[in-house]
């Protein structure tokens, strides 16, 4: 196996990520493509991992703090969207534009 | 405080006979600084407390003249005894490489001076308790004496010339108070300005004369000043003969020299003890003063011996013509201050001649009989309540103290032997005579004509005031009585001391003046007589005599009035003499007229149109650019550029704004696009 | 290294398997109209994932993937979809914007930009074989990475709470 088999591959994951980040009106399909991209990161830093070989098994433990940290978020953010959502019972971001000029 | 070599000897071209040993004083010289002090001090206490006191300041005037008195006398006999040369200093300041200092000199030159101010003034002081009593000022009159006095002495004891300056000033300023210590009499005023304005003309020439000296010596110590003569320091040489002349028109003015002799007349306005004490004894004779200190600077050949010849030129004139105006005077204080500018004249005449105890010795006798003559006429005026002679007449009868004195004062005046004024006249028509043969010439031989001629008219002017006053019947009012003892005193000791002070200095006897005088540390080698030169003491008695017997002739005798007594007039003559040769009328029209009047009134206009002019052109100059800079520049130009840059802002902003849409995924994309390009662009120039 | 060496290998070949599962269901994550389907979707990703970190030998990392991931986030996402949607079914329109094409634009950007730095730089370099262990992991964890593990420890006690917070009703109420 090529190192750069996995990290084309994070890299189509992440673009098709980006995508959905940027197309989805329903915040939690939004999340949903975040957690997309942070899954594209995690195979990323593991490749390296088992590319580098190293003593201190960086790659590993960084993806097990994203998947900690990506938990995390993914719970706040929720929280906030049905926040939102009980304000204006519609989970559409596009109407979130409270901060237009 | 410095101190300098107790045993100098230095030679003046003239000859060594009197190389002295000199010592330093000791401790009576080391304490002499309190002899300016003292009176300074005591006037301070005067104006703050005299008025308390029994006496009503007085007695600390008199103590502080008692003082100066005391010590002064104490320092003469000591220098007697064997020459003194101190110099005690203090530096106040130092400006660059010029130092200035307080100090105080005890030399042969300033225990004179010491000496004479003192007694003098212990005299005067005691007289003018009884001459001021019940006057409206006093306590301030004593006040302004005592500052005359300390004046006087910070003068002459002064080590260096600017604090002779200071002592210069101050004297004036004393003037002007105690000449209009009557101001509420507007003529007593005007007499006190014009005294202190001619001064202040005069001392143009001092302050030049002092500055020339400083500025190229470097020093304004007397003993530097001394010490670059003897060494015939270049520099000096060239700038001597204006630094001479200079110093020499301030002395004019202080000593009252024709034609800066204005003042003195008009000064008697003041009250007489001051006449006596400054206008006759003391004040007047500071221009001698400084003619006998900076005397190396006129004896030199190399330095300002040119000036000699100006100065007896000057005092030539002063001595015959103020004498010739004493004739046609009627009041008696105005005989006596022109006597004094004549007596002034021959103590001048002296020092040009280049006798320098000549003009100290006349200086030293004509203190004491001039002195007494100013308060023996304030006696009479005292009792006669009157300064005119036409007043007067028959006081003899009435007034004997007063009378003899005055008689002894007269003769002492005019020269009559063995009366001081006998033996100093004579001085100095010996050294004027001796400066014809050695290098005056032609002038001091006319010199010594003319100063034979004014012992003439000197006789025969006091001649006319003592027979007037004293002789004859009395033509006031009512009787006149002898004046209290406190006034009489002072008189019979003055006049004692008019009688022996001759006998100081008499050539071939004794000359312990010439030693006494001399004891500086450049030896003065001046003309002075070895010995008694017979034909010209015998001329000089023979004026005298003949001014006294003709003076006899014309005003012994009685008639009905005064006037009559004194109908002795020369016809051209006494016109003009009368008008004072029209120098005041000058004066006041060309000068004092022309400056209040044109001069005044063109500078006037020159500063409203011209100077003001300007400043207001400058001013409505800035202003107009004012405007234009605002105007034009700055609110059109630089504002215009400032509001547009923040105008094109503005605009930017409000249509940039519009990228402000709050979606969240617009933002995302433009972070997403923006990472992109930048990473694109890192990986292209990396 | 040569296509044909790479594709013979056995591993390369279940990594093309793998990798055509996770791509097929990543694209219908983002395009589903359904969201539920969009949801369930991200599943087979994750599950994908995971299977890759097992090739890689990074098994501790490929169960906690299925455990946190799948178990957890996957079913909050499903919590929430069906919180903040009235009616499930079809709303396709509303789901996507209109102009897609700036968004797609920016993601092939995106990828290109990536697979070619990666590319230009590790080439054909190869993944040795090694499977790390959980203990290894473990004792790494907890000596050289502790400060880092606090620190999360903190974050998620945090988004605990904040969730807590932000979630629940209004006290007066």
Do not use: C
Request: aromatic letters at 12%; hydrophobic letters at 55%.
């Amino acid at each position: 196996m090529i190192v750069n088999q996995f990290l084309v591959l994070a890299a189509l994951l992440f673009s098709i990520g980006i995508y959905g980040v940027l197309i989805r009106r329903n915040a939690v399909l939004v999340l949903l493509s975040v957690e997309l991209m942070l899954t594209a990161v995690n195979i990323n830093f593991v490749a390296f991992g088992a590319f580098l070989q190293d003593e201190l098994i960086a790659g590993q433990v960084f993806a097990l703090f994203v998947i900690a940290v990506a938990a995390a978020e993914v719970g706040i953010g929720l929280a906030i969207v049905v926040l939102i959502f009980r304000n204006r019972s519609s989970a559409n971001i596009d109407e979130l534009d409270l901060l237009k000029w | 405080m410095t101190y300098l070599a107790t045993s100098l000897l230095l030679y003046a071209e003239e000859g060594a006979e009197h190389a002295l040993e000199l010592s330093d004083g000791g401790l009576l010289a080391e304490w002499a600084w309190l002899i300016p002090i003292v009176p300074l001090v005591l006037m301070f206490a005067i104006v703050f407390v005299g008025k308390r006191l029994p006496q009503k300041g007085w007695e600390l005037a008199e103590f502080s003249m008692l003082f100066v008195a005391v010590y002064g006398v104490a320092l003469f006999v000591a220098n007697a005894n064997g020459g003194i040369h101190y110099e005690g200093s203090i530096e106040i300041a130092r400006i660059g490489s010029l130092v200035l200092e307080w100090g105080w000199v005890v030399d042969g030159l300033s225990i004179m001076m010491y000496a004479v101010v003192g007694v003098v003034g212990l005299a005067v002081f005691t007289y003018a308790k009884g001459y001021m009593e019940g006057d409206i000022r006093f306590t301030w009159f004593f006040a302004s004496f005592t500052l005359f006095a300390g004046a006087m002495l910070v003068l002459v004891s002064a080590p260096n010339l600017v604090q002779l300056i200071v002592g210069w000033e101050l004297v004036g300023v004393a003037s002007y108070l105690l000449i209009g210590h009557w101001w509420e009499d507007h003529e007593n005023n005007a007499a006190a300005i014009k005294a202190f304005i001619t001064n202040k003309v005069a001392d143009v020439g001092l302050i030049i004369g002092v500055i020339i000296i400083g500025v190229t010596i470097g020093s304004f110590r007397f003993s530097d000043v001394l010490e670059a003569i003897a060494n015939a320091d270049s520099g000096l040489i060239q700038v001597a003969f204006w630094a001479g002349l200079m110093l020499f028109i301030g002395a004019m003015g202080k000593s009252a020299q024709f034609p800066f002799h204005v003042w003195l007349p008009d000064a008697m306005a003041g009250p007489t003890p001051v006449s006596s004490l400054m206008h006759a004894a003391t004040m007047v004779t500071a221009g001698v003063y400084l003619l006998g200190r900076m005397f190396p600077l006129y004896q030199n050949e190399l330095f300002a011996v040119d000036v000699k010849t100006i100065i007896i030129i000057v005092g030539a004139l002063t001595l015959f013509l103020t004498g010739l105006i004493a004739l046609v005077q009627d009041d008696i204080k105005k005989v006596l201050a022109y006597s004094t500018l004549s007596q002034l004249g021959y103590m001048t005449v002296a020092m040009g001649a280049g006798a320098y105890t000549a003009g100290l010795f006349h200086l030293f006798t004509h203190a004491f009989f001039k002195g007494l003559l100013f308060l023996a006429a304030g006696s009479v005026i005292h009792a006669v309540h009157s300064n005119n002679m036409s007043d007067m007449g028959g006081l003899r009868k009435f007034m004997p103290s007063t009378y003899w004195t005055f008689l002894i004062g007269s003769l002492a005046l005019a020269g009559i032997f063995p009366l001081a004024g006998f033996w100093s006249k004579d001085e100095i028509l010996d050294s004027i005579s001796q400066d014809a043969g050695a290098g005056g010439g032609l002038v001091a031989s006319v010199v010594l004509v003319v100063a034979i001629a004014g012992a003439f008219i000197t006789a025969f002017y006091m001649a006319r005031a003592v027979y007037l006053t004293f002789y004859g019947e009395y033509k006031g009012e009512g009787q006149p009585h002898e004046s209290p003892k406190i006034m009489t005193y002072p008189l019979i000791g003055l006049a004692a001391l008019s009688a022996v002070a001759g006998f100081a200095n008499m050539p071939g006897i004794f000359t312990g003046f010439t030693d006494w005088v001399g004891a500086r540390i450049i030896v003065m080698g001046d003309h002075h007589a070895e010995a008694i030169n017979f034909l010209l003491a015998g001329a000089g008695l023979a004026a005298a005599a003949a001014g006294i017997a003709i003076g006899t002739r014309l005003w012994r005798g009685d008639r009905d009035t005064q006037a009559a007594r004194d109908t002795f007039r020369i016809p051209v003559l006494y016109p003009l003499l009368e008008r004072k040769y029209y120098i005041d009328d000058f004066y006041l029209r060309g000068i004092v007229n022309t400056t209040k009047g044109p001069i005044a009134r063109a500078i006037d206009w020159s500063n409203t149109y011209v100077l003001d002019g300007v400043v207001n052109g400058v001013g409505a100059g800035a202003g107009f650019m004012a405007k234009i800079v605002y105007g034009g520049i700055d609110q059109r130009g630089i504002d215009l550029a400032i509001n547009a840059a923040a105008a094109a802002t503005g605009e930017a902003g409000e249509q940039l704004r519009y990228t402000t849409t709050g979606r969240v995924q617009q933002y995302a994309w433009a972070l997403f696009a923006g990472t992109i390009l930048l990473v694109v662009g890192f990986l292209i120039f990396n | 290294m040569e296509f044909s060496d790479w594709i013979t290998d056995a591993r390369n070949i279940v990594f093309l398997v793998i990798a055509i599962a996770i791509v097929g269901s990543a694209i219908r994550v983002v395009t589903s109209p359904n969201l539920v389907h969009a949801a369930l979707m991200l599943v087979v990703a994750l599950g994908g994932s995971a299977a890759l970190f097992l090739m890689l030998g990074a098994e501790f990392v490929a169960w906690t993937v299925v455990l946190v991931y799948i178990g957890a986030v996957i079913v909050l996402f499903l919590f929430g979809i069906m919180i903040t949607r009235a009616p499930t079914g079809r709303d396709s329109v509303q789901l996507d914007h209109e102009r897609r094409w700036p968004a797609a634009l920016v993601a092939l950007a995106t990828f290109v930009t990536i697979a070619w730095a990666t590319t230009d730089s590790f080439g054909v370099k190869t993944i040795s074989e090694g499977v790390v262990r959980a203990e290894d992991i473990g004792s790494v964890l907890f000596t050289r990475y502790v400060i880092p593990f606090e620190a999360v420890s903190f974050v998620l006690l945090a988004a605990l709470i904040g969730g807590i917070v932000l979630a629940r009703k209004d006290p007066e109420q």
